[in-house]
């Protein structure tokens, strides 16, 4: 018990936001008599977060190295109508699209990256600029048409689709998506093999670990978790290819930042520039690749948002960079740069879309809704600061 | 009994899981110097902080009498008010505002709802007067060296019509000359009835100036002295302080230097094109293997800016002439390259720019050399541990664990990681800039004998350092800087600190 305690007191900051989800999630549960946790509820949830996460985590890494990028809405929004014109009017198929418009992220993230990275300009100036060329260059190309209906079905299917279930049957839980509980068993499995290798690894070298009671209670109850979750989903369609791409980008990107030598090289650069330039690290180039990195996930947020809407319109990205910043900002990442985690990015996009959700099943009026996501941000960033304070 | 401003009776501080001050007893007389020296974490900022409110009242125990009367302060607003003012190691002015600005910044004088400027400036004249310091009140402070900077920085305390004065480290980022200029003006101002406390770690200073001298050691005050009546000298301090005399501050060395060159720099120049001037001039060296060589200079001369010039140039200098490492001819675009290569730099601000204080032990020591634990861009988390735990034994870094934030640590603590990391990359020569500034006296031993392990090992050591004692004692050979040209070579067994002040001060 009292080791529970103090393992929670250290982390009280990383808990603290599932638990704040948590919390949200079961408000909401009550205050709408279970619409909110039904499994077509969640799946909506899941695929509305979905743009906004991968901005947000794109995000996280620009905050990290002490930058910011106003452009990326409006840039996944021109993305996201150059896809559909590629579609719709020169009759491309969906890869193709895919790839031109994730090529055209990368080099607009490089781009905004070399002012900044090159000449020293505010990263907050040179993304302003680029918030005005692409809002300009999104009304440019749809100008003529105004809204583009996207026709092609299999590009549709990233924002609307779900993963086919390769296991149909009538007999055996006829009610559930098998694919997605199988998906959901293997990640469980993998996850406890994970667990216990790692904790096996660290008593080797002597390191401390939970006790065996608390590490058992740990992956029982995020074992749980994750089977609620999967379960969830499966009483709906599935997982759905938002989903899927989301909880890629975010595996990827949490294991760049926790496990490489780039990862390390960011925060570096986060936490000290000058400490890092003089310990051999490229500030300059990593800049370039955080900002290309942005811009590539600018893209793929664009993908999605089109794909949802099956079409794409003149204000496609509206407000996106701010919502994205949001989330980033909630997830715990800090202002004065250095500190943040891609799970954590997550995590707020979940929070700021649950509340967004939830108020919406509840009928809220939208001036309202403005007003508590500002309080939730305002609480969020308050209790990261003064939670932080308490540790040094 | 004698009239005392200050007595601060009984206090204990804790911090969680450490105490910082326990029972200490600190009275200070009426117009007295009264330096407080101590190790590193030794708990004289702590204390200072008590005092002028820092951390207010309900966060220690014990109580603070000031002219007579219990006091208690929450916040340093409170202890300004009181005629406390405290003068911090990072001076507090705003670089981008006037003399004059930065003097009543907080205490406008006003008119109205406007600023009486003329007013300002002339008060501000009449503050200087009293540090000595004949500039304009309009400059602007970033246009002022360090040393007048520090001054305004006094004259600033002044305008608040302080009758306690405290200073921390004030001498610490000062020349010879500033510094002395500075306690001359502390003996003015002691004249004028103004009392001071003053920390240093520079013994010397601290016997030229203070009348009462209190020792802390591990948070608990280990004794007050009069240092005419005591006949206090630096043995009897190092001892109070560290708990043991120090026979020889510099670690004897066995080791010789071979004769093979390491280092060699011809006809080396390098041109700052923001400054608009030559920062390096025709410089010529040579470093061998094994070989502790000094680059001594006053602040200013140009012994960084060689540093980093030699490391990749993050700078952007203009760079001329030639560089040889181990017999190869370099120009290193980029520190990576340069440390790629053998070279290492410990830079003289750890805080600023050497370490990474919001990240771990862990995540500093292998920062440098991350190919070192990592396979395919990937890092071996247990195998960076490792490493990690292995530097913190070896170089006996005084921590609870790896994953420390390098802040919560000491300064000379910090001083090891710093060298730690280097330690990890391997490298053929090593250029510590100030490699001891801000370490306490046992520490600074630590940090000497680490030197000597590594030359031992073959490694070269290129030691720029401000102090002249730590200097001669020290190195194998001596060349002096001075307004970015070499002056000297010494053979630091046959040299002086007259010699090395003579060559510094030749431009």
Not at chain 1, 224 to 242: D, E, P, Q, R, V
Not at chain 1, 246 to 256: G, H, S
Request: glycine share 10%.
């Amino acid at each position: 018990m009292n080791e529970l305690r103090t393992v929670l007191r250290k982390n009280v900051r990383e808990y603290g936001m599932y638990f704040a989800l948590a919390l949200i999630m079961a408000v909401f549960t009550i205050l709408t008599n279970g619409r909110f946790i039904s499994s077509r509820n969640m799946a909506n949830l899941l695929n509305q977060t979905g743009y906004i996460a991968v901005l947000a985590v794109g995000m996280t890494l620009v905050i990290i190295i002490r930058h910011i990028d106003l452009s990326v809405g409006f840039l996944s929004g021109f993305l996201g109508a150059i896809a559909a014109i590629a579609l719709a009017q020169w009759h491309w198929p969906a890869w193709a699209a895919i790839l031109l418009v994730l090529a055209m992220g990368i080099a607009a993230g490089i781009l905004t990256a070399f002012p900044v990275a090159r000449l020293g300009i505010p990263a907050f100036v040179a993304s302003l600029a680029g918030w005005l060329i692409y809002r300009g260059a999104l009304m440019l190309v749809t100008a003529a048409t105004g809204t583009i209906i996207v026709p092609n079905e299999s590009f549709n299917a990233i924002g609307t689709g779900y993963i086919p279930d390769l296991f149909p049957s009538q007999t055996f839980l006829p009610e559930l998506h098998k694919t997605t509980l199988i998906i959901g068993a293997i990640a469980i499995v993998l996850f406890i093999i994970g667990q216990i290798n790692d904790r096996k690894r660290k008593m080797q070298y002597n390191f401390e670990v939970l006790s065996a009671g608390l590490f058992t209670a740990k992956l029982v109850f995020i074992s749980a978790i994750l089977g609620f979750i999967t379960w969830i989903l499966a009483g709906y369609n599935g997982m759905s290819w938002t989903v899927v791409i989301m909880l890629a980008v975010v595996l990827v990107y949490d294991f760049i930042t926790r496990r490489t030598v780039i990862g390390r090289h960011i925060y570096a650069v986060g936490g000290n520039p000058e400490a890092a330039e003089l310990s051999g690290i490229n500030v300059k180039n990593i800049t370039m690749l955080v900002f290309a990195s942005m811009g590539f996930l600018s893209a793929l947020a664009g993908i999605l948002f089109t794909a949802r809407l099956k079409s794409a319109t003149p204000q496609a990205g509206t407000l996106f960079e701010l919502d994205a910043i949001a989330a980033a900002y909630i997830g715990g990442v800090s202002a004065a740069g250095g500190i943040g985690t891609v799970t954590g990015s997550l995590i707020g996009a979940l929070v700021y879309m649950s509340l967004m959700n939830g108020m919406n099943l509840l009928g809220t009026d939208i001036s309202l809704q403005y007003v508590i996501r500002g309080l939730v941000l305002l609480f969020a960033v308050i209790f990261d600061v003064s939670t932080r304070k308490r540790k040094s | 009994m004698s009239d005392h401003i200050l007595e601060m009776r009984h206090i204990t501080k804790t911090f969680p899981g450490v105490r910082a001050l326990s029972d200490v007893n600190f009275a200070v007389r009426r117009g007295e110097i009264h330096c407080l020296v101590g190790e590193n974490g030794a708990g004289k900022s702590t204390l200072m902080k008590i005092l002028s409110g820092v951390y207010p009242h309900s966060e220690f125990e014990g109580s603070i009498i000031f002219n007579g009367r219990e006091v208690r302060f929450n916040g340093i607003h409170d202890s300004e008010k009181a005629g406390i003012g405290i003068i911090y190691q990072e001076l507090a002015l705003v670089p981008e505002m006037t003399v004059f600005e930065n003097i009543m910044l907080g205490h406008e004088i006003r008119r109205g709802i406007v600023v009486d400027q003329n007013q300002m400036i002339k008060k501000s004249e009449e503050l200087l007067k009293r540090v000595r310091l004949s500039i304009n009140p309009t400059m602007k402070v970033k246009d002022l060296g360090i040393g007048k900077q520090q001054l305004v920085e006094i004259a600033k305390a002044l305008s608040r019509n302080v009758s306690l004065l405290i200073l921390d480290e004030p001498t610490a980022a000062l020349n010879e000359d500033d510094c002395d200029n500075l306690l001359n003006i502390l003996r003015e101002l002691k004249g004028q009835g103004v009392t001071c406390i003053m920390i240093s770690h520079k013994l010397k200073e601290v016997l030229s100036i203070a009348d009462t001298i209190t020792v802390l050691r591990d948070g608990q005050t280990i004794c007050t002295m009069d240092r005419k009546a005591d006949n206090v000298n630096e043995q009897v301090l190092i001892k109070h302080m560290v708990g043991r005399s120090i026979e020889n501050i510099y670690p004897p060395r066995e080791s010789k230097p071979s004769d093979e060159v390491v280092l060699e720099v011809r006809d080396w120049n390098a041109y700052d094109a923001t400054l608009g001037r030559k920062v390096l001039n025709n410089v010529n060296f040579r470093v061998h293997k094994g070989e502790i060589v000094g680059l001594a200079g006053l602040v200013g001369s140009g012994r960084t800016e060689l540093a980093r010039s030699l490391f990749g140039n993050p700078d952007g200098y203009h760079l001329q002439g030639e560089v040889y490492l181990k017999g190869q001819k370099c120009s290193f675009r980029h520190p990576k390259e340069a440390i790629r290569s053998g070279l290492a730099y410990a830079s003289e601000d750890r805080k600023r720019n050497g370490l990474i204080l919001i990240q771990s032990i862990q995540y500093n020591i292998s920062l440098a050399n991350l190919d070192g634990v990592s396979r395919n861009g990937i890092i071996n988390e247990e195998l960076d541990k490792q490493t990690a735990n292995e530097f913190v034994k070896s170089l006996l870094i005084k921590t609870p664990g790896i994953h420390q934030l390098v802040m919560n640590l000491s300064g000379g603590n910090q001083q090891k990681v710093s060298v730690a990391k280097w330690l990890f990359v391997g490298p053929d020569l090593l250029i510590f800039d100030e490699p001891t500034r801000g370490i306490d006296v046992g520490a600074k031993y630590e940090i000497y004998t680490i030197m000597n392990q590594l030359v031992a090992k073959g490694m070269s050591i290129l030691m720029i350092s401000s102090e002249l004692p730590e200097i001669l004692g020290m190195s194998d050979r001596i060349y002096v800087v001075a307004n970015g040209h070499i002056t000297g070579e010494l053979d630091a067994r046959s040299a002086t600190q007259e010699a090395v002040m003579q060559l510094a001060t030749q431009y």
